[in-house]
């Protein structure tokens, strides 16, 4: 139940359009991706509420065993000014 | 409060440090809690581990306690600091040291800074 790059990269854009957004497939098995996402929205928010939006943006596809994302390193950043 | 709800705030409240994680702080069964628990571990934190492989209503009920879809979740004095990310980036960033001093966690300073050493 992979997920590729791209969907993941389209969800989070879906929530968060003007958002930079780099997915890295770190194992090549289209399971373990890091994401590193950049958006002025986050700014003035903590780190658990910024990963939450993101959360939030892939719509479950985290969840639990049935989830089709199995792991997913999560960076979040405020835009440098 | 279900059963599972109020099983997870007794434990969050009654030990000072929880991480909720897949398998034990001896042995882990997943990258991202064996991260985790290998920090707190190296910094000599005293923590209560959870695992959440053993029972799957505290799995899926601590998910929905803290509105956190991943697994490890540490809690210090009954917040919700993190998963694994985010406990990483502030180990590296001496946040978490920070943290701990704040709420008067015990910790090894000398093994925090080698493990920022060992990542500079």
């Not at chain 2, 180990?91 to 040291?97: A, F, H, V």
Request: hydrophobic content about 40%.
């Amino acid at each position: 139940m992979a997920m590729q790059a791209k969907e993941i990269e389209a969800l989070i854009k879906e929530a968060l359009p003007d958002a930079s957004v780099e997915i890295t497939d770190l194992a090549g098995d289209g399971n373990h991706y890091a994401a590193e996402v950049i958006d002025e929205s986050f700014r003035g928010k903590n780190r658990v509420q910024q990963q939450r939006i993101v959360y939030a943006a892939l719509k479950g596809k985290m969840d639990g065993s049935h989830g089709e994302l199995h792991a997913l390193a999560l960076t979040t950043k405020i835009p440098d000014v | 409060m279900s059963d599972t709800k109020s099983l997870i705030d007794q434990t969050i409240k009654s030990n000072d440090v929880v991480l909720y994680m897949k398998g034990t702080k001896s042995m882990p069964q997943c990258g991202f809690s064996s991260k985790v628990a290998g920090v707190l571990n190296y910094m000599e934190v005293d923590y209560q581990d959870v695992n959440v492989l053993a029972d799957e209503n505290i799995r899926q009920g601590i998910k929905d306690f803290s509105d956190w879809p991943t697994i490890p979740q540490l809690y210090v004095k009954g917040e919700f600091v993190g998963g694994c990310d985010i406990i990483i980036e502030m180990t590296l960033s001496g946040e978490l040291d920070t943290m701990f001093d704040d709420t008067g966690i015990k910790y090894d300073k000398d093994a925090a800074d080698k493990i920022r050493e060992s990542n500079a």
